[in-house]
């Protein structure tokens, strides 16, 4: 089936990353059409509107919009109704519902959730800490950690380590390697969630033969030996198992979404763990 394609015109007061979540999210559910995709932040000004008009002018298509000026959001909607082009500020039914429920108006502020605020610094350190923590460098006290990943090679540990210090979690993460001890302070703490990541066999298999690939490294059977990695995940599997942590299985979930499932698991571990 040959894919049809539209353009789709992102305009924001900040840094434009709700748009682009809320834009993605919506174009994934329409099988054989794809956005192109034109983003444009932080327009603050008359000026910087008109280049966004041009550009619409040129490619009219779909034009979703986070803007806070009440001027610039007319000027934004008069063009879009001289080119054809479907519009939508994307955060006023939002602001509707809250101005109904709050009984108060808003304060138009660019960018107001991303004020250097405490939740901010806590994301930075947060950052810092999976940063100087990834594959297999646990802190001196393990306690410091939010959350610790486990896993065999190639099962996302770092990206994901990552995507959750963005959400304000500490994370480490250590490879489980066969025949390599698992640390006595890893194997005996309680306060942060440690959860095992797994995949099957066949996308280890995969993942890892196209990282030889990209380093120009030399074939190494036993990294890549089906039987081999299959006795690897079992392992883990046994490991996790015997140390009641919960395990995600990765082989068709993206990034954000074993983030997610670790989100909901760290909940609960912190209630478990404020109640003991």
Request: charged share 25%; hydrophobic share 40%.
């Amino acid at each position: 089936m040959s894919r049809s394609y539209f353009h789709l015109h992102l305009v924001s007061d900040s840094t434009g990353e709700t748009l682009i979540n809320v834009g993605r999210a919506a174009a994934a559910q329409y099988e054989g059409v794809s956005a192109i995709e034109h983003v444009y932040p932080l327009v603050r000004s008359r000026a910087q509107l008109e280049r966004v008009v041009s550009e619409i002018q040129a490619a009219p298509g779909l034009v979703l919009y986070t803007l806070v000026d009440d001027e610039l959001t007319s000027r934004l909607e008069e063009a879009c109704r001289e080119t054809g082009s479907p519009t939508l500020n994307v955060l006023q039914p939002v602001h509707a519902l809250l101005r109904s429920y709050l009984g108060a108006n808003s304060t138009a502020r660019p960018g107001a959730q991303h004020m250097l605020n405490a939740e901010y610094f806590k994301r930075i350190d947060a950052m810092n800490f999976t940063l100087a923590h990834d594959d297999g460098n646990l802190p001196p006290n393990i306690d410091e950690a939010d959350v610790v990943l486990v896993g065999v090679s190639r099962t996302s540990k770092t990206p994901t380590s990552i995507y959750l210090a963005n959400r304000g979690l500490k994370t480490a993460n250590f490879p489980l390697v066969p025949s390599m001890p698992l640390p006595t302070a890893l194997a005996e703490t309680r306060k942060p969630l440690v959860v095992g990541l797994i995949a099957s066999p066949e996308r280890i298999v995969h993942i890892r033969q196209n990282r030889l690939l990209s380093l120009k490294a030399d074939d190494n059977s036993m990294y890549i030996d089906r039987e081999a990695v299959a006795d690897e995940i079992a392992a883990s599997r046994r490991l996790c198992a015997k140390q009641r942590w919960p395990t995600i299985d990765v082989t068709r979930r993206s990034i954000e979404e074993t983030a997610a499932a670790i989100l909901d698991l760290y909940r609960e571990h912190r209630l478990k763990f404020i109640a003991t």
